[in-house]
């Protein structure tokens, strides 16, 4: 079974720019110390200032890992001025079509 991180992002209006290259910053942070983390940015088209994240883990261990560790702490203190809300979920796959 899959476990994937969700992340709801509302950005400060005018603030997206700084928002994505922050989330960049703490991706790249992420793969260096998650040398197999995968995530995608999207970027609402109906709400201007809502990003959705996500990204697949290879165990609920990995996902509690690295949200203790000082990278994705760190990475979301550096972000706190630039966000109205966030809300992280943790998933876990029920159903799904395509791939393999």
Request: hydrophobic share 40%; charged share 25%; proline share 4%.
């Amino acid at each position: 079974m899959s476990v994937y991180t969700l992340g709801i992002w509302l950005v400060h209006p005018g603030r997206e720019n700084d928002f994505v290259q922050a989330w960049r910053d703490l991706a790249r942070k992420t793969q260096e110390d998650f040398p197999h983390a995968k995530a995608v940015l999207m970027h609402d088209h109906d709400v201007r200032n809502r990003f959705i994240s996500t990204g697949p883990w290879e165990s609920l261990e990995q996902v509690e890992q690295w949200r203790a560790s000082a990278v994705y702490t760190q990475g979301i203190e550096a972000m706190k001025d630039l966000l109205e809300h966030f809300e992280p979920h943790t998933l876990d796959e029920a159903a799904g079509i395509g791939g393999d």
